[in-house]
C-alpha cells in the first residue's frame, strides 16, 4: 500500500505560477512511473505529465514548455512546477504512481486559475 499526499494548489492569477508537489510513503525508486493528471469539471481525467523510472518524462501538448515534472528521491516527492498559467488549467490536479502490482492515485488538489 502506497499513500500519497499531495499539496500545493491553490488560486493563482493567469500568467502566474503554482508548484505542487507529491509525497509518497515509499521510496520513488520502487515505482515504474510518476504522473501527474487532472480533471476539470465535465471531463474526462486526463495526463499532464509523467516520468518513468529511468527518469524520462513526457508531457501533454496543452502544457508543453510551460509545466516541468521532477522529482526527489531523497524526499520521495514528485513535483509538478506549473508557470505561465491559463484559466484552462482549472481542474483538479491528481498525483498518481504505477507500481508492478496496483497503481496508486493521490486525493487531488485543486488550482484555480482566475483573475
Known amino acids: 500500500q502506497v499513500q500519497l499526499v499531495e499539496s500545493g494548489g491553490g488560486l493563482v492569477q493567469p500568467g502566474g505560477s503554482l508548484r505542487l508537489s507529491c509525497a509518497a510513503s515509499a521510496s520513488i525508486f520502487a515505482f515504474n512511473a510518476m504522473g501527474w493528471y487532472r480533471q476539470a469539471p465535465g471531463k474526462e481525467r486526463e495526463l499532464v505529465a509523467r516520468i518513468d523510472a529511468g527518469g524520462g518524462t513526457n508531457y501533454a501538448d496543452s502544457v508543453k514548455g510551460r509545466f516541468t515534472i521532477s522529482r526527489d528521491g531523497a524526499k520521495n516527492t514528485v513535483d509538478l512546477q506549473m508557470n505561465s498559467l491559463k484559466p484552462e488549467d482549472t481542474a483538479v490536479y491528481y498525483c498518481?504512481?504505477?507500481?508492478?502490482?496496483?497503481?496508486?492515485w493521490g486525493q487531488g488538489t485543486q488550482v484555480t486559475v482566475s483573475s
Open positions: 498518481k504512481v504505477v507500481t508492478v502490482l496496483l497503481d496508486y
